[in-house]
């Protein structure tokens, strides 16, 4: 099993662009959660899903966030408009499995 | 009150010694309890579950205290490897991965040569 796949592994974009992030979780497993980590606030919880249906998404920042999961293998997390405050490792992990993040920086 | 609570180190320990922290977690109705570890630029990666009656695996000890709301972890024996990130992780309910986890910010451990 390839475990979690993210992507981008590194994404670097302007203030004001659109931001999607990709994940694939590991195949049988019924709950994906997207989770963000900063210096400053550590690992926190945006969103999870169970069977593909957002379960609690009161982690989420804000309206500029959103996340979808169209399908038990994949999982979008978009940020628009993008702002430098939202420069974080989004780490995508389904059950207790991580995927290696992806790295945001926006500037 | 953050939820889950960890002194973040850096905890500077000679190789062969034997090493303890802690955490302790504000909501008394969680249920599941884990200890990771991260190492630098790498993703969290699930070191040992965590139970009422205390687990074992290799040279970690795992403590759970659910009166006082405090889990610990022990190390003996450590290893130049061991040097990472251990992070104090709950969640509210038992089982399989179904809900969210809460993570501490970590306790920052290096072993020394």
């Not at chain 1, 926190?44 to 899903?49: G, N």
């Not at chain 1, 069977?51 to 989420?60: A, F, L, Q, R, T």
Request: proline share 5%.
């Amino acid at each position: 099993d390839a475990g979690v796949i993210q992507s981008p592994r590194h994404e670097v974009t302007e203030m004001g662009q659109e931001v999607t992030l990709r994940c694939k979780p590991i195949s049988g497993h019924n709950s994906l959660f997207w989770y963000r980590q900063t210096m400053m606030r550590g690992l926190e919880l945006l969103i999870y899903f169970n069977n593909n249906v957002p379960i609690d998404d009161s982690g989420m920042p804000e309206d500029r966030f959103s996340a979808k999961m169209p399908n038990a293998s994949f999982s979008t997390l978009k940020i628009q408009p993008s702002e430098p405050r939202d420069s974080a490792v989004y780490f995508c992990a389904s059950r207790r499995d991580f995927g290696s993040g992806t790295r945001l920086t926006v500037v | 009150r953050k939820e889950v609570e960890q002194d973040p180190g850096p905890f500077n320990v000679p190789e062969g010694a034997t090493v303890a922290f802690n955490c302790t977690y504000s909501n008394s109705a969680s249920q599941s309890f884990f200890w990771y570890r991260q190492d630098c630029r790498k993703e969290p990666k699930l070191l040992m579950s965590v139970y009422s009656s205390g687990n074992e695996d290799g040279r970690f000890t795992a403590q759970l205290n659910r009166a006082s709301q405090y889990i610990s972890l022990l190390i003996r024996d450590s290893k130049l490897s061991d040097s990472a990130t251990y992070l104090c992780v709950v969640a509210l309910r038992s089982g399989g991965g179904a809900d969210g986890l809460t993570f501490g910010k970590g306790t920052h451990l290096i072993i020394q040569p």
